[in-house]
């Protein structure tokens, strides 16, 4: 089960890093081949979505399936166990939202790029054209 956590950090890391790329000043050179490769990397980005979908249905069963541990019913290990088993069950719920609020950057912030440049090369030949 934890091989799906590993996948999603992994997306979430490379679109945190594709984001940081886009928005980073100085990088003109490299900015036409990075919004290329981002735009190329939106559609198949997109299955995370559904993924993280699935993974916070899967949290929500673990939540809703956990035996309770509460007061005197149960031994320290036990106690431990519970206890450890809401902090994975946190933590995942954060790199769900992480790896979506950096999908929805990234796409936001891909759009707003490209925009910038199609405004540019259109400011570019009014000024040739006068």
């Given at each position: 089960?934890?091989?799906?956590?590993v996948v999603?950090?992994?997306?979430?890391?490379?679109?945190?890093?594709?984001?940081?790329?886009?928005?980073?000043?100085?990088?003109?050179?490299?900015?036409?081949?990075l919004?290329?490769?981002?735009?190329?990397?939106?559609?198949?980005?997109?299955?995370?979505?559904?993924?993280?979908?699935?993974?916070?249905?899967?949290?929500?069963?673990?939540?809703?399936?956990?035996?309770s541990?509460?007061?005197?019913?149960?031994?320290?290990?036990?106690h431990?166990?519970?206890q450890?088993?809401?902090?994975?069950?946190?933590?995942?719920?954060?790199?769900?939202?992480?790896?979506l609020l950096?999908?929805?950057?990234?796409?936001?912030?891909?759009?707003l790029?490209?925009?910038?440049?199609?405004?540019?090369?259109?400011?570019?030949?009014?000024?040739n054209?006068?």
């Amino acid at each position: 089960m934890a091989l799906e956590w590993v996948v999603l950090g992994y997306a979430a890391a490379a679109e945190a890093i594709m984001v940081l790329l886009l928005t980073l000043p100085g990088l003109d050179a490299l900015r036409k081949g990075l919004i290329a490769v981002t735009r190329n990397l939106l559609k198949p980005f997109l299955s995370v979505v559904p993924f993280c979908l699935f993974l916070l249905m899967d949290i929500y069963w673990k939540y809703e399936t956990r035996p309770s541990c509460e007061g005197e019913s149960c031994t320290p290990t036990e106690h431990l166990r519970h206890q450890k088993s809401i902090m994975k069950s946190q933590r995942n719920a954060l790199l769900i939202a992480a790896a979506l609020l950096f999908y929805w950057l990234l796409y936001s912030v891909t759009n707003l790029v490209v925009r910038v440049e199609q405004l540019n090369q259109r400011l570019e030949r009014l000024k040739n054209r006068d």
